[in-house]
Nanobody, 118 residues
Framework: QVQLVESGGGLVQAGGSLRLSCTASGILFSVVDMGWYRQAPGKQRELAAS???????NYADSLKGRFTITRDNAKNTAYLQMNSLNEEDTAVYYC????????????WGQGTQVTVSS
């Protein structure tokens, strides 16, 4: 059974930083692409960042330069470093995993809340 467990969310002041972690089990982590999605209140879920099995990264245009996605295959964990946070970054953040041969993410975590206060 595949499980993705996010951690690291919380309340932070504008301008601050957070690092989210996503630890996977029940899956061969090194052969899956990983993504971080977010869903703000009243908005659609959007892809924040992704990283392939080879380490190629992709970011939403609005997050480039502030967010960094990395992975540690030895720890079965993906990370999302978030800097210079602002209120618009308030959302539930989800990690997801997929086969490199698919376009759609197959497995999802339960989400972690990030709240940025002014």
């Amino acid at each position: 059974q595949v499980q993705l467990v996010e951690s690291g969310g919380g309340l932070v002041q504008a301008g601050g930083s957070l690092r989210l972690s996503c630890t996977a089990s029940g899956i061969l982590f090194s052969v899956v692409d990983m993504g971080w999605y977010r869903q703000a209140p009243g908005k659609q879920r959007e892809l924040a960042a992704s990283i392939t099995t080879s380490g190629t990264t992709n970011y939403a245009d609005s997050l480039k330069g502030r967010f960094t996605i990395t992975r540690d295959n030895a720890k079965n964990t993906a990370y999302l470093q978030m800097n210079s946070l602002n209120e618009e970054d308030t959302a539930v953040y989800y990690c997801a995993a997929k086969s490199p041969f698919k376009r759609v993410y197959d497995f999802w975590g339960q989400g972690t809340q990030v709240t940025v206060s002014s």
